[in-house]
């Protein structure tokens, strides 16, 4: 199960699919910290979502592609509830802060 890497709060499994869809960050309900999704998670919901639906439609017998487009959709709908449970997400770090408090002007 993901935790916040700050507060160790549960990452839901709804912000994490989510996430997955939007190639939106997630941030902590507790802290408000950001997470975003490593690299290597997001070539791992491609490799394991959309493309055995390309390559089941490269091969596909199917005269036409209504099945296609209905097993596809039904794959993709079932694997996406299991995948935010193999995504990782990595903490952002914080703003660096000048002294004052007052955030550093963007380089
Ligand atoms: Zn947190």
Redesign the pocket.
């Known amino acids: 199960m993901q935790t916040?890497?700050?507060?160790?709060?549960k990452l839901h499994w709804a912000q994490r699919w989510r996430s997955q869809w939007l190639a939106d960050p997630i941030v902590?309900?507790?802290?408000?910290?950001i997470h975003d999704m490593r690299f290597q998670s997001k070539a791992v919901f491609i490799a394991v979502t959309i493309l055995p639906v390309l390559l089941f439609n490269a091969f596909s017998t199917y005269e036409n592609w209504i099945p296609v487009l209905t097993w596809g959709a039904f794959y993709i709908a079932l694997v996406s509830l299991f995948t935010p449970f193999l995504l990782r997400y990595d903490l952002r770090p914080e703003p660096k802060k000048k002294d004052d408090g007052t955030p550093a002007e963007p380089e």
Do not use: D, E
Request: proline fraction near 0%.
């Open positions: 916040c890497h700050a507060c160790g709060a902590c309900r507790t802290c408000g910290r």
